[in-house]
């Protein structure tokens, strides 16, 4: 980490991705201004493990009440035919707030209580919230619910409180597999543009959830298969929470 | 269905609209679809639909006074409800709804006593323990139709306003296909008008003497309202399945692999058919077709908010809904009927609803 802010995960840092001249076409900061952050994340679908340490960091780190989740790895058992025989594998497809440019979340809330920051983090304002649901509703990727201990919309906020703090978030800092890459789409030198530029010189495909929402999400995927982008069509989880309390 | 793919974990998000929702949705449309019945009489002076008008403000005003709590039951922060007056944010549908219903509840209400003096003053002068208080609420009794009018103008735009949010806050959620259609709008107001008819129905038999649909051609206007609801939602289907809109298109193919869905479908379109053929076929079976109209218009918010949340945005399959009995579930359905019933009780025994023959008893 450099000048004490976020800049990469453990992983990615010590990998020492080489630097790539800056302003390729990749997903630009459209509306950060220059000298401003603009948060964002990278998530290397291939390196995911699924271990869901991710999850768990996230709800130690954000009080997240049973059975209710900011981030999850989606796990998915796929069937193929590979050379004439069928295998099955595990697709692992860690999700979150996206914390959208063009948030679907934002202009429905009745009360302004959830906003987008200046450096592009999506939060809400836990004193405003009345706790409507209607930015859950609203939410294309199904990031929010409402937290039954607060009785407020909820969703992942990147860890503000640790970003503002020069800290990576919870889930970044903790994956095992390296998979999630946080930091400044402003910062050419920074991790997250230097993978971003390094996927592109591979040849990686950097895709984001749901483009057709409209939404242009701030988390992209490397290694995101097509048959995930949007609701997934496939057999129903095998595993629900249970329901909370009371 | 891909077979290849099966989902082991995933988040299963839980219904977040409540029924109270539900009820808030149903309450509020049927109290617009009655004050807009009423208006055939007290402001429109259609002889034949003067007993019609009577029950017809009756269930808009009950339906009117508990449709609010309904809709604060269901914020999860419902001492908060002055953020909507102090923060509104004006994108949202929802914050103008926070100004349209107090606006439409005064409206009606204001309708509602200029409409009642002649009755109150009749109170009065009956005399009696109340006649006090009757004489004074009566402010001289007269039935002055120019004051009605203009109470109605600004209670008829306000509840115009109150139709038109209640369907473009659903609609415009794109994130749901099967609420994102314009569709939606119109299928809300059809059905809360034959709601509102069912109850008028259901209302006359109970306060009223049962006769008041026999005046007016209040049946073949539930027989119209039906055909116009599964014309539109023939309409709804054929978008869907010849793909030529591709909202409907996506809407369609969410709830089609589901039998549940299929059998909801199905159930409507019977619940439809069958008010029609009572509506022209048995008028004597009014009472059947109001309560089968009425649980259409139920049955419709309620698939469309608990059905259409448990349909995953990102998710395979769907999620399962059971309701729970305390606040989030059953207690806001039977909540809400107990309060439309004890305002109901509390309107009959100040107010003569069945007629002016009982006015004086
Ligand atoms: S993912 Fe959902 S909750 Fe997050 S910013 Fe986008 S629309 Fe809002
Ligand atoms: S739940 Fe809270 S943040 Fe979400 S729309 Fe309602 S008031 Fe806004």
Redesign the pocket.
Known sequence: MSDGKPSSTRRAFLQAIPAITAGLALPTSARAAPGKHHWAMLVDIRRCIGCQACTMACIMENAVPENSFRTIVSTYVVQQLTAGRTTAGTYMLPRL????ED????PVCPVGA?F?RDDGI?VVDGDRCVGCAY?VQ????D??FINHATNKAD??TFCAHRVDAGLLPACVETCVGGARIFGDLNDPQGTLRRSLNAAKKNGDAIKVLKPEAG?R?NVFYIGLDDRFRGRVEGQAALWHPTSHGA | MNPNIVEVVNVSREVAWLPWAVQYFFLIGLSVGAFLLSLTWYVLRWPAWKRVSRIALLGALTCGMTAPVALLSDLHQPGRFLNFYLYPNLDSWMAWGAFFIPLYLGGLVLYSWLALRPDLKRLANAGGRGAAVYRRLAYGGHDSLGAIRAATVFALGAAALVALYTGMEVMVVSARPLWNTPFLPVQFFLTAVAGAIGLVLVLDRGVGDGTAAMDAPLLRLLAAIQVLVLALGAAWLLLGMSGLSPRHAEALAQVAPSMAWRITAVWAAGSALATLWLAVRRPQWRLAAGLIALHSAWMMRWTVFIGGQGIPKTSAGYYSYTLPLGHEGLLGIVGTAGLWIAILILLISVLPWGGERRAGA
């Open positions: 707030c996206n914390h959208c948030p679907a979340c934002v959830t987008k999506v930015c609203a939410c294309p990727y990031a929010r969703k992942c939404t999400p």
